[in-house]
């Protein structure tokens, strides 16, 4: 056991902020003697309940990119440490979709599995997100499906998974014990992941381009790292904003890339940039999105209300004397960046080195 | 004279990068020699007309915010050091604009007037651009005009200026010839300010609410500093990108904030922000500018083609071995941003200490 596993600073800075923000847990200072003694017995140490819910939560506040943070202090925290074969957390990953997806009113929360422990790295989910659609080359060329699915897909259908030929098949979620281990598939059974068919407010034609999306972001390929300890294994999901499945999702180039579509059946000229064909094709997207989810009795937000809570949140955090780091280039949104509040200002310098955070995972 | 007015440091890295760029101009050594002795004498020196052009390319090259940087070479330099007179000034202001002008195919212009010398500041223009719109408070609440320039309409005002009521009308030139001198105004002459009127291509409303923009966006409230030499009265200009006009000064809740009327003359929905009424009357705003422009014959680039020719700008840099610094959320039009090739990368950090540069000038 390399007594250094778990950075006892990254300890005790953790535990003094736990114990400075809830004056009720007391002082840090037994807590503090305990930890410190553990980590030199066993190179790490357990988080209590209550400082792992913290914790996770302090990571959402923390996160720099994110502009849905006012509602960080709801965050539902599910202690899950103790399960680490993959058929359990493939279980509650799914357990995990329905608790969020609670009939369209979606639920943030995240799903904390095993940590990193010396000579005993955590168990991990290969995919981006809990669900996510496959892609693979078309035959005549051009992509079925998510391009940004398609290395997930490849490896499932390696180990055996069928993919359907359509354009939005869910992904199996794969769960890897081991570095070098042979991960497991499992179907997302289709009651724990709730779609939404897109249709346009305005046009008919639109529900015949047979789209649709998922109602639940769940990233599943994010380290939490909270005082030192890392749990490479802990599921997150808010609820969308629209924009990143009608700007990003639906029309990036490398993605599911329907402007074109779009546009020619709104009838724009698409001979010259200079027509704005892909603003006004993206707009009725976007459109098309907001509307679907608000029928379906889906949560979601539209870019302007969301900036505007962000913005109520910096101003609370303010008042409590806390800054909110931000990154203006993830903050603003991809539609009308210029039209919505968050573009007029700047932000809280963003800290690599703070802590709690998701972090991008390391590889093995 | 304090010896150190110009910095000598500044003079040698200026002066070695223009004899490492322009290798027929010969090695720097007889010129430096020259230049620091005429600092020591005289606490700074005076460029060549070859230095001036090559600094004030150079200063553009540099500018981390400006997305039109590709043609950066083809910049017209005026060297009018040896004016210094409001009355010249102003003359070569107008002058200035009729070159940039062209009769619409509009040339990218850098007027370069005396700069600040030992004891003798330069005298200053008070406009931001040489070229805008008076705004003041309407007398039923709201605005006539354009709030952004409201301070210097107030001023002009008390100068003997007579504004007129209209939304549209151009501001007088400010020149100040020294600190706390009165500042003289002169009206721009009919024949330097070019101006379109806006039309959309299918919404003959449109035309009704008689907006019209400028052709010739001339800041001219920036100093441009090159080899430690500093000339606070260097008008330049490009050509607009739509987004300027249509995402920024007609649609700006603190500029000319027509979206909601725009919006309303569309028919949409207002009810919510969910019905994307914003984001719609914003693009057919945005059609309108590039539309009329086209039509008037006058430059002016769309986004889409304005990101693509930057991306070609930073590969060309990069063929020469050099950086292209770039300022994320400048560079990125406030319209549609995730659709533009320029928001999907990172750029080459930007070093506020690079010179040659444009800077925002410093109060007297
Ligand atoms: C409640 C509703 C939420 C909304 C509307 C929201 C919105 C967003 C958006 C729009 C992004 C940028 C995504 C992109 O451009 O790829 C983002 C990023 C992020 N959000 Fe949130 N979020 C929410 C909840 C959460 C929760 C519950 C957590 C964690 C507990 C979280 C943590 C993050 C993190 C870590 C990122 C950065 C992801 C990365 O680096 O790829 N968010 N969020
Ligand atoms: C030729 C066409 C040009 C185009 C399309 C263009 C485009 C732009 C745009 C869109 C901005 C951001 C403006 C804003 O958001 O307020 C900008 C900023 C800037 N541009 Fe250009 N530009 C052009 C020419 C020039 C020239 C000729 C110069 C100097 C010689 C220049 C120097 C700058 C500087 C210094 C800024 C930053 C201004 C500030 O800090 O407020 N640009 N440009």
Same sequence: chains 1, 2.
């Avoid at 003694?37 to 914790?55: N, V």
């Avoid at 940004?148 to 992904?171: I, S, T």
């Avoid at 042979?182 to 407010?201: F, G, I, K, N, S």
């Avoid at 305005?202 to 005082?227: C, K, N």
Wanted: charged share 25%; hydrophobic share 40%.
């Amino acid at each position: 056991t390399p007594p250094t596993f778990t950075d006892p600073h990254q300890a005790t800075a953790f535990l003094r902020q736990f114990h400075q923000e809830r004056p009720g847990a007391g002082g840090p200072g037994p807590r503090l003697r305990q930890v410190l003694d553990e980590i030199d017995r066993t190179g790490t140490y357990e988080h209590t309940p209550e400082e792992l819910a913290f914790g996770a939560r302090l990571a959402w506040r923390n996160a720099a990119r994110c502009i849905g943070r006012l509602y960080w202090r709801s965050l539902v925290v599910r202690d899950l440490r103790h399960l680490s074969a993959a058929d359990d957390i493939a279980e509650q990953c799914f357990e995990h979709l329905r608790l969020a997806t609670n009939d369209g009113r979606i639920r943030p929360v995240v799903s904390v599995f095993a940590p990193d422990r010396p000579g005993r790295p955590a168990p991990r989910i290969l995919n981006q997100q809990l669900v996510r659609y496959a892609g693979h080359p078309a035959p005549g060329g051009g992509w079925t499906g998510d391009p940004a699915g398609a290395q997930l897909a490849a490896r499932a259908r390696d180990l055996g998974w069928k993919c359907g030929e359509e354009p939005f098949e869910v992904l199996p979620l794969l769960v890897q014990e081991r570095a070098g281990a042979r991960p497991e598939w499992y179907e997302v059974p289709d009651d724990a992941a709730l779609e939404v068919r897109l249709t346009h407010p305005d046009h008919g034609w639109f529900a015949e381009l047979d789209l649709r999306w998922y109602a639940v972001p769940a990233i599943s390929d994010m380290t939490l790292e909270i005082g030192g300890v890392r749990y490479p294994t802990a599921p997150f999901n808010g609820w969308y904003m629209g924009t990143e499945i009608g700007a990003r999702n639906l029309a990036d180039a490398d993605r599911y890339n329907l402007l074109a579509e779009v546009a020619g059946r709104l009838g724009l000229d698409t001979s010259s940039e200079r027509t704005l064909w892909r603003d006004r094709a993206l707009v009725e997207l976007n459109v098309a999105v907001l509307h679907s989810f608000q029928e379906a009795g889906v949560t979601m937000a539209d870019h302007h209300t969301e900036s505007e809570r962000f913005l109520k949140h910096i101003a609370q955090e303010k008042r409590l004397g806390r800054p909110t780091p931000a990154d203006w280039s993830w903050i603003v949104p991809p539609v009308s960046g210029g039209l919505t509040p968050v573009y007029h200002r700047y932000y809280d310098p963003v800290d690599p080195a703070l802590r709690p955070a998701f972090l991008a995972r390391e590889p093995w």
